[in-house]
């Protein structure tokens, strides 16, 4: 890796993240951990964030920001807020979104915010233009789940849903069709969105979530898509040069909620955290591996 690169930040909210080269590690308090893995209130979610900024480098001073499990997918937000204000970006300025996901994350949620709404969050940000979630091969956004999506920002063109293999006709009953790119394959995929990424170059943050790529990539705690590590390379050096901040999550760990809401949550979305896999061990090996190759493509494109 280059000895220039800005280190990267663990936010430690599982302990799945394994060891990165000069990494900045930034614990989050058990107490927190169980609060808002999932999801949680607003205020909490506010609270945990207030408490990470505490501790956390400067954000000129770090690069990627890694944050285990897929759990917490929602503190992508906060951390998108911190990179707004960092860089001073406005709704005449403002930052593009582009999230890699097996899921829309644009979900209703009414007890607050969790890691399949937070989207929804950050497309209402007045200081953000647009923001593309591609990867999804879930059937969440299919027509059975369709009354569970947020269709305002895709109605005002501030979302675009990037797919592979799903049925999204009943879109255009809604008029939503221009929000929703589907293709045949994950190459095809990524060669438009590196297309339309290149083309109009600007200031961009990325995440990614692990779920988007295929099992034998990287083994999560979700229901998995099938991108590979190569595509999400190509996407980083289609920024390259307008990499404003970015984030990854997705790793595969090991979770017995004590709250019963949480444990049916997580049930009814095919989850079953608390089980501890004989496979895990070499499934954290595989995930670390990746990590470095993404550290590496996200550096490249700072």
Request: hydrophobic letters at 45%; a neutral charge; proline letters at 5%.
């Amino acid at each position: 890796m280059n000895a220039c690169a800005r280190p990267p930040v663990v936010l430690d909210t599982d302990g799945a993240v394994g060891p990165l080269p000069g990494e900045r590690r930034v614990v989050l308090p058990p107490s927190w951990r169980e609060a808002v893995r999932f999801g949680c209130g607003l205020a909490r979610l506010r609270g945990c964030a207030a408490g990470l900024q505490a501790h956390m480098p400067p954000f000129a001073e770090h690069g990627t920001v890694f944050m285990g499990s897929g759990d917490f997918h929602h503190l992508s937000w906060p951390l998108i807020e911190r990179c707004i204000a960092a860089r001073g970006h406005t709704a005449d300025k403002p930052l593009r979104v582009v999230v890699l996901d097996n899921h829309p994350d644009n979900m209703r949620f009414p007890w607050g915010v969790h890691c399949g709404s937070w989207v929804r969050r950050v497309a209402m940000l007045p200081q953000v233009a647009h923001v593309h979630v591609a990867g999804i091969t879930s059937g969440d956004i299919g027509a059975g789940h369709a009354w569970e999506h947020h269709l305002g920002a895709l109605r005002a063109g501030r979302l675009t849903y990037w797919s592979v293999g799903v049925d999204t006709r009943w879109a255009g009953w809604f008029g939503l069709g221009r929000a929703f790119r589907n293709f045949e394959d994950g190459d095809a995929l990524v060669r438009a969105l590196c297309d339309t990424l290149a083309a109009a170059p600007h200031a961009t943050y990325l995440s990614i979530d692990k779920d988007a790529f295929a099992p034998d990539v990287a083994h999560t705690n979700w229901d998995q898509g099938v991108l590979r590590a190569e595509h999400a390379e190509a996407v980083a050096a289609a920024l390259r040069g307008n990499l404003a901040g970015s984030d990854v999550t997705g790793e595969v760990s090991v979770w017995r909620y004590r709250t019963a809401w949480k444990r049916w949550l997580s049930a009814a979305d095919g989850q079953d955290t608390g089980r501890s896999d004989a496979e895990l061990p070499a499934w954290q090996a595989q995930q670390a591996a990746l990590n470095l190759r993404l550290l590496r493509a996200l550096d490249g494109a700072s």
